[in-house]
């Protein structure tokens, strides 16, 4: 898995050592309340940990979960994902829909920054630099600042859709330049 640099961050493979960050992090309602059809917080570390272990196991040539850290201070301050969307289906587990989506989630403490665009619009340049040709993102309709970083990077709204996570979302699609 490659790391990638900008300006002010690195993103880089998940350690198991950043699992109290990591629990920190989704242990939070104001992170998780927009995510998933029903938004869950993680209820102990052990949860962090396997999630990490997911993530490093992740064996694909493009896509990726990467820590974002501030190359200022070190500090950790989210997640950028670049994954498999899976379609919606009447009956569990969903399976992937062919599509590749893009997605972060940051800690409060480094909202308001510009890290979440910055970092991803260094993965959607990786993604169409390593051969993808669509990339797409979704959002709960409420989730504005989310859709906010959708435009920032570029990403085009192309309206609701209930396609993906039998969830209403708002979709933004952007296509390789
Ligand atoms: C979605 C989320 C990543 C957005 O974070 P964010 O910090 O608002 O997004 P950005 O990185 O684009 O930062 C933009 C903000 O930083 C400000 N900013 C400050 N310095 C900046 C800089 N140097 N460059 C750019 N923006 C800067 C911008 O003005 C903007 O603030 P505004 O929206 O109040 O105008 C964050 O709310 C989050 O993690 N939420 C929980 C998880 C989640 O819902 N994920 C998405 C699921 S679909």
């Known amino acids: ?8 961050l690195t993103l880089r493979p998940w350690e198991p050592e950043d699992a109290d960050f990591a629990f920190d992090l989704y242990s939070r ?4 309340r927009f995510i998933g059809a029903v938004p869950q917080v993680m209820e102990g570390r052990p ?5 990490i ?5 992740m064996q694909h040539p493009v896509h990726a979960v990467w820590a974002v850290q501030l190359k200022a ?3 950790l301050a989210g997640t950028l994902l670049l994954k498999p969307i899976p ?3 009447a009956s569990l587990p969903l399976h992937p829909s062919g599509d590749t989506e893009i997605g972060w989630h ?3 403490d480094h909202w308001g920054c510009g890290y979440a665009s910055e970092a991803a619009s260094a993965v959607l340049e990786y993604a169409f630099a390593s051969g993808l040709t669509k990339v797409v993102a979704v959002t709960a309709p409420a989730n504005v600042a989310s859709q906010k970083v ?4 570029g990403m085009r709204h192309a309206g609701q859709t209930s396609e993906y996570y039998n969830s209403l979302c708002e979709l933004f699609v952007v296509t390789a330049p």
Do not use: K, Y
């Open 1 to 8: 898995m490659l790391t990638l640099e900008t300006d002010r």
């Open 29 to 32: 309602w104001e992170v998780q």
């Open 47 to 51: 949860q962090a940990v396997e999630r």
């Open 53 to 57: 272990r997911i993530w490093r196991n």
């Open 73 to 75: 201070t070190g500090q």
């Open 87 to 89: 379609a919606s289906a």
């Open 106 to 108: 940051f800690h409060p």
């Open 150 to 153: 959708c435009g920032r990077i």
